[in-house]
């Protein structure tokens, strides 16, 4: 099984992307790439104590990372997809990103995929949403997957009972600064690939999941065939 299709997922913060990754990733031959779970610990940490980074890690750090994970994807022919959730996050990680895939999946196509959403959509969404500490064991205490409340009690979490709580980025002041930095970087990111000939998808993250779940399987479908 030949890495054939790679689909980054970018968007502005709640637009829904780890959710859409992880339900489409979850299928048979698909895997899903999250940056943050291939950065060393000690990186991840000091981008967490500055409010200003807000979780930007460095362009030699995100090349390591994503050159090892391509690698070794491709090498021991793991998936013939895979996601890229909230990756690439600038115009540089996009060229970045397509050297690499050049290099070590020669010949897999890309379709990138941006999922938008209206900022009361997104405010609402970053909201309501929770994680579960317990669930998700990160290793600087910032969970990020979206954890399902229990029907009892909305308060807990579905799957070990345990208090569910927001996300740190989703505090108002922190939120406010992620919609601004994506306002910023998205034009670049479409214009890199555009430039590339890589074809930009716009979906619409405002509708349910299952809708987005939908629209994404009908694209990839698309994708694949020759
Ligand atoms: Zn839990």
Same mark, same amino acid.
């Given at each position: 099984m030949a890495l054939a299709l790679a689909v980054p997922v970018f968007g502005p913060p709640a637009a829904g992307k780890t959710t859409l990754t992880a339900a489409l990733g979850a299928l048979p031959g698909r895997a899903v790439f999250r940056l943050r779970e291939h950065v060393p610990e000690t990186i991840l940490a000091a981008t967490a104590t500055s409010a200003e980074r807000l979780g930007w890690i460095d362009d030699f750090t995100v090349v390591t990372a994503l050159r090892g994970y391509i690698e070794a994807t491709a090498s021991a022919s793991a998936a013939h997809t895979v996601l890229f959730d909230?990756?690439? /996050?600038?115009g540089a990680q996009v060229r970045f990103f397509l050297t690499v895939l050049e290099q070590h999946a020669p010949g897999c196509a890309v379709r990138a995929v941006e999922l938008a959403a209206d900022t009361t959509t997104l405010y609402r969404r970053a909201f309501q949403r929770r994680v579960c500490h317990r669930c998700e064991r990160d290793p600087i205490r910032d969970p990020r997957l979206p954890a399902v409340p229990s029907?009892?009690? $909305?308060? #807990? +979490? $579905? #799957? +070990? /009972?345990g208090i569910l709580h927001p996300r740190r980025g989703d505090a108002p002041r922190l939120l406010r600064a992620r919609l601004n930095r994506y306002r910023q970087t998205a034009d670049g990111i479409r214009e890199a690939f555009t430039a590339a000939g890589v074809p930009v998808t716009q979906l619409d993250g405002g509708a349910s999941a299952d809708q987005t779940a939908e629209a994404m399987t009908v694209l990839l479908t698309r994708s694949s065939q020759p």
């Amino acid at each position: 099984m030949a890495l054939a299709l790679a689909v980054p997922v970018f968007g502005p913060p709640a637009a829904g992307k780890t959710t859409l990754t992880a339900a489409l990733g979850a299928l048979p031959g698909r895997a899903v790439f999250r940056l943050r779970e291939h950065v060393p610990e000690t990186i991840l940490a000091a981008t967490a104590t500055s409010a200003e980074r807000l979780g930007w890690i460095d362009d030699f750090t995100v090349v390591t990372a994503l050159r090892g994970y391509i690698e070794a994807t491709a090498s021991a022919s793991a998936a013939h997809t895979v996601l890229f959730d909230n990756f690439p /996050g600038s115009g540089a990680q996009v060229r970045f990103f397509l050297t690499v895939l050049e290099q070590h999946a020669p010949g897999c196509a890309v379709r990138a995929v941006e999922l938008a959403a209206d900022t009361t959509t997104l405010y609402r969404r970053a909201f309501q949403r929770r994680v579960c500490h317990r669930c998700e064991r990160d290793p600087i205490r910032d969970p990020r997957l979206p954890a399902v409340p229990s029907v009892e009690d $909305a308060q #807990r +979490c $579905a #799957r +070990c /009972g345990g208090i569910l709580h927001p996300r740190r980025g989703d505090a108002p002041r922190l939120l406010r600064a992620r919609l601004n930095r994506y306002r910023q970087t998205a034009d670049g990111i479409r214009e890199a690939f555009t430039a590339a000939g890589v074809p930009v998808t716009q979906l619409d993250g405002g509708a349910s999941a299952d809708q987005t779940a939908e629209a994404m399987t009908v694209l990839l479908t698309r994708s694949s065939q020759p």
